[in-house]
């Protein structure tokens, strides 16, 4: 259960204060996710345009991270893995930590 694409973290500047396609639509979001490799804002999996995940799926930027503060997770796409991001390192959740977790930012196949 790792993460191979922790390489591909950078610090980012994130692309909007809200889901970057929500605010040009004026559609609502449910949770924000900010992407780890350019710093896209977009709309988690349990919001109606699921825009993270579009994201990831036009530009194949493995991770993204939780816009919230004090809120420290992170998923890798393509591993399908969770990402711990306390403590300025990044590591994977144990599969205990993550049971029952929703699919938020997880990728519809």
Not at 36 to 43: D, M, S
Not at 90 to 99: A, D, E, M, R, V
């Given at each position: 259960m790792n993460c191979t694409h922790v390489n591909t973290i950078q610090n980012v500047t994130p692309s909007a204060n809200g889901c970057e396609e929500c605010l040009k639509t004026g559609d609502a979001?449910?949770?924000l996710r900010i992407c780890?490799?350019?710093?896209?804002?977009?709309?988690c999996d349990s919001s109606k345009n699921k825009?993270?995940?579009?994201?990831y799926?036009?530009?194949q930027h493995p991770i993204m991270e939780?816009?919230?503060p004090h809120d420290p997770w992170g998923w890798c796409y393509v591993d399908e893995v969770m990402l711990d991001f306390t403590g300025g390192q990044?590591?994977?959740?144990?599969?205990?930590?993550?049971?029952g977790f929703p699919a938020e930012g997880r990728h519809q196949r």
């Open positions: 979001w449910v949770h780890r490799t350019c710093g896209h804002v977009g709309c825009h993270a995940t579009k994201h799926h036009s530009t939780s816009y919230f990044t590591q994977p959740l144990p599969k205990s930590s993550t049971k």
